[in-house]
Nanobody, 115 residues
């Protein structure tokens, strides 16, 4: 059973930055893809960014150029650096690990961006 714990959320003004962390209970080097999703009130959960085991990354158009996903394999941690935050980035952010036989989620961390 893989466990994920997110941290780093909070309240920030528009234009500010936050870095989210996702601590994973096992080695992430063998996990095929690590994802960050978000869910705003009344909206469906959406994929924000992902990073594959080989290092390739993909971003949603809405965050491209502002967010950066990275992974630190020795620390079993995945990060989401969020810059130039906008009020529409307000959501609960979830970390997700997908691999063979694995589809694990964290509990989420709230990000609130004030205008």
């Amino acid at each position: 059973q893989v466990q994920l714990v997110e941290s780093g959320g909070g309240l920030v003004q528009a234009g500010g930055s936050l870095r989210l962390s996702c601590a994973v209970s096992r080695s992430i080097s063998s996990i095929n893809v690590m994802n960050w999703y978000r869910q705003a009130p009344g909206k469906q959960r959406e994929l924000v960014a992902n990073i594959f085991s080989g290092g390739n990354t993909i971003y949603a158009d809405s965050v491209k150029g502002r967010f950066t996903i990275s992974r630190d394999n020795p620390k079993n941690t995945v990060y989401l650096q969020m810059n130039s935050l906008k009020p529409e980035d307000t959501a609960v952010y979830y970390c997700n690990a997908k691999s063979w036989g694995v589809n694990a989620w964290g509990q989420g961390t709230q990000v609130t961006v004030s205008s």
